[in-house]
């Protein structure tokens, strides 16, 4: 009898607001697709969304490692790229990387060392929506200058610092439930005296991002 009793009172309620329900469904539901990090339907008409406030530390760094490949006079270079990231807010991030080219000579079956480089990077993303977002970064590396280019042509002299910057484009997806991939497009912005040890202003690296979970306690 009660629930036939609530039934019937809640039938009466909304009986003649058959728009304003429907209009109420369809912003829960809206909310729903914009905000899918919280917590509860309550949360959802909050002025503020602070999913990320009560995650811990070790969920909001993310390790990663992305790759980029290219070609010059039979030499294949491989720079593998990886980086730990934090995540500040629901729009921001910002981390620290390395770079290591692996320069093969496949014809003759070597390492080159003169077209080897190294160094560290910095960066900083901001998500424009769920999967992309823009990214900033800045390197510095140990390279021969200007040895690079064609059409700057110099001898080899002593290695040096250089330092590049770049901005972009960065698209990721699922794998799996703790693993990410992702794809870049980057343009490379800072480029003095032809000294950058790429070969083109744009560049594509491909990779992966692992999820960190807090060990949940047993007892």
Do not use: C
């Not at 972009?168 to 794998?175: A, E, R």
């Amino acid at each position: 009898m009660t629930f036939k009793q609530a039934k019937e009172q809640a039938i009466d309620h909304f009986e003649g607001k058959e728009k304003e329900l429907l209009a109420a469904m369809d912003q829960l539901s809206g909310l729903k697709k914009k905000f899918k990090h919280t917590d509860g339907v309550l949360d959802l008409f909050k002025k503020h969304q602070r999913p990320l406030y009560s995650k811990p530390f070790i969920e909001r760094v993310v390790p990663g490692i992305s790759m980029q490949l290219a070609s010059r006079d039979n030499v294949w270079w491989f720079d593998f790229n990886p980086s730990t990231s934090y995540i500040i807010s629901y729009r921001w991030a910002a981390g620290l990387g390395w770079n290591e080219r692996l320069p093969i000579n496949f014809k003759e079956n070597r390492i080159e060392s003169s077209d080897h480089i190294f160094g560290s990077r910095v960066f900083t993303e901001f998500k424009l929506r769920e999967g992309f977002a823009l990214k900033l970064e800045t390197e510095w590396m140990n390279t021969f200058p200007n040895t690079f280019y064609p059409a700057y042509p110099q001898e080899q002299s002593k290695r040096s610092w250089v330092w590049s910057s770049f901005s972009g484009i960065k698209n990721s997806f699922n794998l799996s439930k703790k693993m990410r991939g992702q794809v870049q497009i980057l343009y490379n912005l800072y480029n003095p005296e032809k000294q950058s040890p790429y070969l083109a202003r744009v560049n594509f690296q491909f990779g992966v991002e692992y999820a960190l979970k807090k060990k949940q306690k047993l007892f």
